[in-house]
């Protein structure tokens, strides 16, 4: 059944109101004994939405509330009802991957607020690869996260009927939808007041792939693709600004672009993400050379990350495959047919998630919200030498991703982009 959101007792809380909410709120209440001496602040830092955090020496917690409009452009309405996705992403997948996300002690249907688990000691993933941090068991956690939240709500797994009750659950998640289909697949490639780039340095390039056709039509299908595919329950923003982890733990934040989409979208923006530090890294460089060894480990990482998804993915498939495709009464146990398509099913899944892959990376280069991975990048002429690099093998991606036989290939490109001379 459709849910109906009323507007008119939201409001935007205040430091001084934190407390009454809490004490209003009997599970948030008895998380600190004793509301008297509430240590309360403002720290959100995203483009979104205000995030508190509310301690006491008993407990601390995180109070996370959308706002009406885009925090950093205020004159941009935004919906409301997205906290309400959010929470029923975490609903639905806590099934499976508990353990990758906060606790979730609240959501108010009025004040549209969503309370949890404050996350320490971890940090925002993207802070700890600036700063040049590895994180051992991250490509391991993130892997299983991605095979489980993809395949446990697909028709691999799931009946008809229950897939599209969940579908149906989710549609209504437009906005912020449309949000993805303008910055991602529309704005970049035309002329959009809301449009940056590293000035004068990449002037050349935007001017190139504003005029390019073949890319436009790549990008316009893959647009399509994001707009019709309902494969599984995506995350919908799932760059590193999304992760929180320490060198142990990787837990997933943010859901708030939730919807039904094709699964190559999330496990492109993750990959994006690493590669888009990965080519920032020289940028973050004191000394020549002395990120070498952690460019190397991010490469590493994207690698493992994906073979890990696919043997995951695909062990799920094969031990629990109870959903509608491909009925279990048409094959054998092992028949081989089923093991070359899917094989093909991988295939085409590894293809997507390289062009998507290769869209993100070009609207954080000449988009409306950019990466800090660049921006950290105080001098302007280095920073566009890194996003040049970036943008030719994002492009590649998008436009030649057959060239990409395994993600070796990947690897292979990014390697040669990073050590090619640019003249800007
Ligand atoms: C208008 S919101 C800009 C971006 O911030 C979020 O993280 C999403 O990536 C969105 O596209
Ligand atoms: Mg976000």
Redesign the pocket.
């Known amino acids: 059944m459709a849910i109906k959101f009323t507007t008119n007792k939201y409001k935007p809380l205040k430091l001084n109101e934190l407390r009454n909410f809490i004490t209003s709120k009997k599970n948030l209440n008895k998380l600190f004994k004793n509301t008297s001496n509430l240590d309360v602040k403002e720290v959100g830092d ?3 939405n205000l995030v508190f955090f509310i301690e006491n020496k008993h407990n601390s917690i995180c109070l996370k509330q959308p706002l009406p409009y ?1 925090r950093v452009l205020k004159d ?1 309405p935004l919906t409301l009802k997205r906290s309400y996705y959010e929470y029923e992403y975490f609903k639905t997948h806590s099934k499976y991957v508990q353990d990758h996300f906060p606790e979730i002690y609240d959501y108010d249907e009025v004040l549209r607020s969503i309370t949890m688990q404050k996350l320490s000691p971890h940090i925002i993933m993207r802070h700890g690869l600036i700063k040049g941090t590895k994180y051992k068991s991250f490509s391991k956690s993130i892997s299983t996260y991605l095979a489980k939240t993809l395949f446990y709500t697909s028709d691999l797994y799931l009946s008809a009927a229950s897939k599209k009750n969940l579908i149906s659950k989710f549609i209504s998640n437009t906005e912020l939808c449309k ?2 289909e303008d ?2 697949f529309t704005d970049p490639y035309s002329v959009n007041k809301n449009n940056r780039w590293t000035k004068p340095y990449l002037n050349k390039m935007k001017k190139k792939i504003e005029n390019d056709e073949k890319l436009k039509i790549f990008v316009s299908r893959l647009k399509l693709k994001f707009m019709k595919n309902t494969d599984a329950l995506l995350h919908g ?1 799932l ?1 590193t ?2 992760i929180m982890v320490t060198k142990k733990d990787t837990k997933v934040i943010d859901p708030e ?1 939730t919807f039904y989409g094709p699964m190559g979208f999330d496990i492109g923006a993750l990959i994006a993400n690493l590669l888009m530090n990965y080519f920032s890294q020289t940028g973050h460089e004191k000394k020549l050379g002395e990120r070498n060894q952690y460019k190397k480990w991010l490469l590493e990482i994207i690698k493992t990350i994906w073979v890990e998804f696919e043997k995951k993915f695909l062990k799920l498939w094969e031990s629990e495959n109870h959903g509608d495709a491909y009925p279990k009464v048409l094959f054998k146990n092992s028949s081989k047919k089923m093991i070359v398509e899917k094989k093909e099913y991988m295939r085409n899944l590894f293809e997507e998630t390289i062009s998507f892959a290769g869209a993100k990376i070009i609207r954080r280069i000449y988009g ?2 950019h990466n800090i991975d660049f921006e950290w990048i105080e001098n302007t002429k280095i920073r566009a030498n890194c996003e040049y690099k970036a943008s030719k093998l994002a492009i590649t991606m998008l436009k030649n991703t057959d060239y990409f036989k395994s993600i070796n290939d990947l690897i292979k490109l990014a390697k040669i982009n990073e050590n090619m001379k640019v003249k800007l």
């Open positions: 995203g483009n979104l885009l941009w949000i993805t910055l991602i923003d760059h600004g999304s672009f409306f919200a």
